[in-house]
């Protein structure tokens, strides 16, 4: 069984030196990885893309299941481990849940990893 990392707050987008700067701290280094770990999945990735490309910032809702191919707990699963990592947010409207992307989140992970990345 693969090994835990620590329970950290993540409800914040990562915020630390890019790690081209040098040597990270141990913790950096742990905000960099829990964030990447929750990422490291393919349903995870495919339900990211979903949410990016829905239609001009269109929250994406139960759908998502169908969409994917995968039953409704599967997705729910998936999703809890995008939301603990700051990366979706999710809203309940009556029966419904919507989802969007949180693009500080992601974003703020982009910089650590490559501050050159998303600029003209």
């Given at each position: 069984?693969?090994?835990?990392?620590?329970?950290?707050?993540?409800?914040?987008?990562?915020?630390?030196?890019?790690?081209?700067?040098?040597?990270?701290?141990?913790?950096?280094?742990l905000?960099?990885?829990?964030r990447?770990?929750?990422?490291?999945?393919?349903?995870?990735?495919?339900?990211?893309?979903?949410?990016?490309?829905s239609?001009a910032?269109?929250?994406?809702?139960?759908?998502?299941?169908?969409v994917?191919?995968?039953?409704e707990?599967?997705?729910s699963?998936?999703?809890?481990?995008?939301?603990?990592?700051?990366?979706?947010?999710?809203?309940?409207?009556g029966?419904?849940?919507?989802?969007?992307?949180?693009?500080?989140?992601?974003?703020a992970?982009c910089?650590?990893?490559?501050?050159?990345?998303?600029?003209?």
């Amino acid at each position: 069984m693969p090994k835990a990392l620590p329970v950290i707050d993540v409800s914040t987008p990562v915020c630390c030196a890019p790690v081209a700067a040098g040597p990270m701290s141990d913790d950096d280094a742990l905000q960099v990885a829990v964030r990447l770990k929750a990422l490291a999945d393919p349903v995870r990735v495919k339900i990211m893309s979903l949410l990016f490309s829905s239609a001009a910032g269109e929250e994406v809702g139960a759908d998502l299941a169908a969409v994917l191919g995968l039953s409704e707990s599967t997705v729910s699963h998936h999703l809890t481990q995008l939301r603990k990592a700051g990366f979706v947010a999710s809203d309940r409207r009556g029966m419904s849940v919507f989802h969007r992307p949180s693009h500080d989140a992601v974003g703020a992970l982009c910089a650590v990893l490559d501050p050159t990345c998303c600029r003209p």
